[in-house]
């Protein structure tokens, strides 16, 4: 008897262990709280009582040509985006970005969905003011969200650049050779990290903290998983704190909330399938772009060409470059300008640009 009560309070001890260092992840340190990071950047509350923290950048509202809201990436912030001051007053740009739910000194959002996010891009237009009409911009961002966007509030946009936004290899619709041709060319690490976000979300908070394994190339930010290019552009990009500068602050309330939930939503079980999305432009009066590079090792070009053969209202530029390309000048100049300038669908929607 006594053996019984010891091996069942061995095993309870061993449960609530697991419990406290693989599934509960630790709680957020959210910003403007005692003993958390503080808050400097202007903030909106939104209607469920959240703080989103934004930053205007370029022309003002008043003066501006376009108005656009740029959605950053995984790891990033508000001030991620990459285009100049000059660029944005030259080309008549009003940019609003912001940090999304978990990130920089925006509130987590523990129920964060494909739903959520753009319901929050839309109540931030609206708190802000910036009109009936806007451009959406997104850097290296979840095709999810932003193609959810296209369905929440598609009558709001003018049109809509995607670069190298990220894929989920379990979609409905993807057929299995094309999925298991993108996910084969994954990083070791990445495939077993995407496996458990997809199969066993309650177990990634554990994954990704464990100290037997390298949890995930990308989140980790091991050099594997970039081009030749891409190093290049990471080393001088370093050197002004436009990519790693950002990471400490990007998680600074918590990796569980930021980037690893970005994971955990992306591949996840979704309501919906990217091939259901209707065109948003029917009239020719916007347009949808998908910008890739050949060369990218975290988002298989396989995948972004399939969806583009599918929905061929999106105009689909592929070039040889790798994952990082948007923070090159001449790139995301090139990408403002076609999202801006291009209202008419005539010509080949599938391009390959040179560098």
Same mark, same amino acid.
């Given at each position: ?5 010891v ?10 262990w ?8 630790p709680?957020p ?5 005692p ?9 909106? @509350? ?11 950048s370029?022309? &003002?509202?008043? =003066? %501006?040509?376009? +108005? ?9 912030t ?5 285009a ?6 030259e ?7 912001f ?5 920089g000194?925006s ?8 739903k959520?996010?753009?319901f929050d891009?839309?109540?931030?237009a ?21 193609l959810?966007a ?11 650049a995607? @670069? ?9 619709s993807?057929?299995?050779? &094309?999925?298991? =041709? %993108?996910?084969? +060319?994954?990083?070791?690490?990445d ?5 458990i ?5 309650f177990?990634f908070?554990?994954w990704?903290t ?17 081009s030749?290019?891409d190093k290049?552009i990471?080393?001088r990009?370093n ?5 790693t500068g ?7 309330q918590?990796?569980f909330?930021?980037a690893?939930?970005?994971i955990?939503?992306?591949f996840?079980?979704?309501e ?12 020719n009066?916007g347009?949808?772009?998908?910008w890739?590079?050949s ?8 995948v ?18 790798g994952?990082?390309?948007f ?7 090139k ?5 801006l ?5 005539s010509g080949?929607?599938?391009l390959?640009?040179?560098k």
């Amino acid at each position: 008897m006594l053996y019984a009560r010891v091996a069942v309070a061995l095993l309870l001890g061993f449960v609530a262990w697991v419990y406290k260092d693989f599934v509960q992840p630790p709680p957020p340190r959210i910003c403007g709280r005692p003993l958390a990071p503080p808050v400097t950047a202007p903030r909106i @509350v939104l209607n469920d009582g959240r703080h989103l923290a934004y930053k205007e950048s370029g022309a &003002t509202k008043d =003066e %501006a040509k376009y +108005k656009i809201i740029a959605v950053h990436g995984f790891d990033s912030t508000r001030d991620s985006f990459p285009a100049s001051q000059e660029l944005l007053v030259e080309l008549g740009i009003y940019l609003l970005t912001f940090d999304r739910a978990g990130y920089g000194e925006s509130d987590p959002n523990p129920k964060r969905s494909v739903k959520s996010e753009a319901f929050d891009i839309e109540e931030l237009a609206d708190k802000l003011e910036i009109g009936d009409k806007f451009y959406l911009a997104s850097e290296t961002r979840l095709l999810l969200i932003d193609l959810r966007a296209l369905n929440v509030f598609f009558i709001r946009l003018r049109g809509v650049a995607l @670069v190298v936004p990220a894929i989920n290899y379990w979609w409905r619709s993807l057929p299995a050779e &094309t999925a298991a =041709e %993108a996910y084969g +060319k994954l990083a070791r690490q990445d495939r077993w990290a995407f496996r458990i976000a997809h199969y066993l979300p309650f177990f990634f908070h554990g994954w990704m903290t464990q100290k037997w394994f390298d949890a995930s190339a990308v989140s980790t930010g091991n050099p594997i998983v970039l081009s030749e290019e891409d190093k290049k552009i990471r080393e001088r990009a370093n050197k002004e704190e436009q990519i790693t500068g950002f990471k400490k602050i990007a998680r600074q309330q918590g990796a569980f909330e930021s980037a690893y939930r970005d994971i955990m939503v992306v591949f996840s079980n979704w309501e919906f399938d990217p091939t259901d999305i209707v065109d948003p432009f029917p009239n020719n009066d916007g347009s949808v772009h998908i910008w890739q590079g050949s060369e990218d090792k975290i988002v298989q070009k396989e995948v972004q060409r399939y969806i583009a053969m599918k929905l061929p209202w999106i105009h689909y530029h592929e070039n040889p470059e790798g994952h990082l390309f948007f923070y090159e000048e001449h790139w995301h100049r090139k990408i403002l300008e076609e999202l801006l300038v291009r209202h008419d669908y005539s010509g080949d929607r599938n391009l390959i640009h040179k560098k």
